[in-house]
C-alpha cells in the first residue's frame, strides 16, 4: 500500500490541508462529515463556482478522453454526480457506470437523479474486481484524499489494460497576478455569494474550505508525476485559465510490476 512517504514530495498532503484534521487517521471521517453537511448546497454552489459552465467542461473532457457508448467507467469520489451526468449522457444509455464515495449524504442525492449502482467507500480501496473499467474518473477530489498514492493504485488496479485515468481537478495559477486575482474572487467574493444564496452562512465554510485546499495544492508537474509514479503512461495535463486542470493517463497493455 501506498503512503505519505511513497509519494513525490510535493503531491504529499500540505500543512494547510493536514491542519483541517486532527490527525491523519481522522481525515476520512472529516471530509465524510463535511460532504454530508453540504450536501444539499453543493450543487447551487459548484454552479455559482464555474459561473454555469461546469457541466459544459466536464462533458468536453470526458468526450475528449474517450468516454463514449459501451464504455465502463467507474466515478469514483462521485458526489452529487456531476461528472456522472455528463458520462451518462456520452453513454447514451449504452454501457455500465458506478459511483463511488464516501459520503452517504452525497450519494443520496445522486441516487435520485442517476439511478446506477453506487458504493460508500474511499477511493483508497474499492470494492470492486480488477481490471472491469475502460475509465476511472474523477471529478475535482483528488486534493481531498488521505492517500493519492494509494487512490491512483487503486485506479490503476480497477482499469483493464489500456484503459484510462480522468482526473478534472483545480490548483492555483502559476502566474502571480492571475493567483492574486483567483485569491480574491474565489477565496473572497465566492465564499460570502455563496453563503447568501444558499441561505446558509455555513456554505461559506465550504467554499473556504475550496479555496484552501486549492491554494495549497500541488502544481501540475506534481500531479503528472505521481502518475507516472503509480504505473500510468502517457499522462497529459491540459489547463484552462491557469486553473482548470484535465489529466489523463492510461494503464499499460502489459502490466510488468
Given at each position: 500500500m501506498s503512503n505519505r512517504q511513497d509519494l513525490p514530495e510535493a503531491m504529499a498532503p500540505p500543512d494547510e490541508i493536514t491542519s483541517y484534521y486532527a490527525a491523519p487517521s481522522r481525515r476520512h471521517g472529516a471530509a465524510r462529515s463535511l460532504f454530508n453537511r453540504f450536501a444539499r448546497h453543493y450543487d447551487l454552489i459548484n454552479h455559482i463556482f464555474s459561473l454555469g459552465s461546469g457541466a459544459w467542461y466536464r462533458r468536453t473532457c470526458l468526450r475528449q478522453a474517450g468516454v463514449g457508448p459501451g464504455a465502463v467507467v467507474v466515478d469514483m469520489a462521485v458526489g452529487t454526480g456531476l461528472l456522472a451526468?455528463?458520462?451518462?449522457?456520452?453513454?447514451?444509455?449504452?454501457?455500465?457506470?458506478?459511483?463511488v464515495d464516501l459520503s452517504e449524504a452525497m450519494l443520496d442525492r445522486a441516487q435520485k437523479i442517476l439511478c446506477i449502482p453506487l458504493l460508500q467507500a474511499t477511493a483508497e480501496a474499492v470494492p470492486l474486481a480488477d481490471g472491469i473499467a475502460d475509465f476511472v474518473t474523477m471529478g475535482y477530489a483528488l486534493r481531498h484524499l488521505s492517500d493519492i498514492g494509494q487512490a491512483l493504485n487503486e485506479s490503476l488496479r480497477l482499469l483493464r489494460p489500456g484503459g484510462k485515468l480522468v482526473l478534472l481537478e483545480i490548483s492555483a495559477p502559476s502566474h502571480p497576478v492571475v493567483k492574486f486575482v483567483a485569491a480574491a474572487f474565489v477565496g473572497g467574493v465566492l465564499p460570502t455569494v455563496s453563503a447568501l444564496a444558499a441561505r446558509n452562512r455555513q456554505a461559506k465554510a465550504l467554499m473556504d474550505y475550496h479555496w484552501r485546499t486549492i491554494a495549497a495544492y500541488a502544481p501540475p508537474e506534481a500531479v503528472l508525476n505521481s502518475m507516472r509514479h503509480a504505473g500510468f503512461q502517457n499522462a497529459t495535463c491540459a489547463s484552462e485559465l491557469d486553473f482548470f486542470r484535465f489529466y489523463t493517463g492510461q494503464k499499460p497493455l502489459l502490466d510488468h510490476r
Open positions: 451526468r455528463q458520462a451518462q449522457l456520452l453513454m447514451q444509455g449504452r454501457g455500465t457506470l458506478v459511483g
